[in-house]
């Protein structure tokens, strides 16, 4: 399969899922580097106004969610196959539940260095303050809730080296994200927090070593032209 567009950027974690994917995959791919904030005036055009990160263009035809996109490159390219057993409801897990606890750790810890334009633009984006001290505030109870989390991966690792089974798939890019995630925000932080897991930090380990296939950068006026 050729002609993967994906617009992301390297610090989005839901796009690190979608190129773990096209790596455990094997899969050539063409990267556009998008804005973090808005404006994105070569995605919005292709999306009709959709503005968040990833995007999948293949040709005309654009995807937008990682679960919609992730979906889309099993069918399109299915071995090895990696939905295997609970794997999507894996996904919706880490992107609601375990997302929902790691983004305030995060942001409680880096809040106050955060650009006032970053701030300003996820504040329009969601309708909410994006409110530091709130989760700060909230960091106290977010960790221990984190670490219960990441203990359900420390239990899925204790009869074989994925939580897929013998081989790597989709649960496994998906738990990862959130602790590729912090620890990518703050090592150490991911360190205690991960502390006595031991099966986790080597599954991590290998995790990190399935690469993201063969990348190529395109311009965005590249990947309007070609849509
Ligand atoms: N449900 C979406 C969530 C995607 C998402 O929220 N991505 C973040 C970046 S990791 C984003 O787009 N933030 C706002 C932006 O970049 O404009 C998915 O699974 O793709």
């Not at 002609?3 to 094997?26: A, C, N, Q, W």
């Amino acid at each position: 399969m050729s002609g993967l567009i994906l617009h992301h950027y390297d610090t989005s974690p839901f796009s690190e899922k979608v190129r773990l994917m096209l790596g455990l995959k094997g899969l050539a791919w063409d990267s556009v580097q998008a804005p973090v904030i808005m404006p994105k005036p070569e995605l919005t055009p292709l999306t009709g106004g959709y503005r968040r990160i990833p995007v999948l263009q293949i040709g005309a035809d654009i995807y937008c969610d990682t679960q919609v996109i992730l979906a889309e490159i099993e069918r399109r390219a299915p071995g090895p196959s990696l939905a295997l057993g609970p794997a999507w409801a894996v996904n919706f897990w880490a992107d609601r539940l375990f997302f929902g606890v790691t983004v305030p750790i995060i942001f409680g810890e880096l809040g106050d260095a955060t650009p006032q334009d970053f701030i300003a633009d996820r504040e329009k984006l969601s309708g909410r303050p994006f409110n530091v001290e709130a989760m700060k505030a909230a960091a106290g109870i977010m960790r221990p809730q984190w670490r219960a989390q990441a203990a359900w991966i420390e239990e899925g690792l204790a009869g074989a080296d994925w939580l897929s089974g013998e081989t790597p798939g989709l649960a496994d890019i998906a738990a990862y994200m959130n602790i590729w995630f912090l620890a990518r925000s703050l090592p150490d932080l991911a360190d205690e927090l991960l502390a006595g897991f031991s099966r986790t930090q080597a599954w991590r380990g290998r995790v990190a070593t399935i690469g993201h296939g063969e990348r190529r950068e395109i311009t965005g006026g590249k990947a309007l032209v070609v849509a």
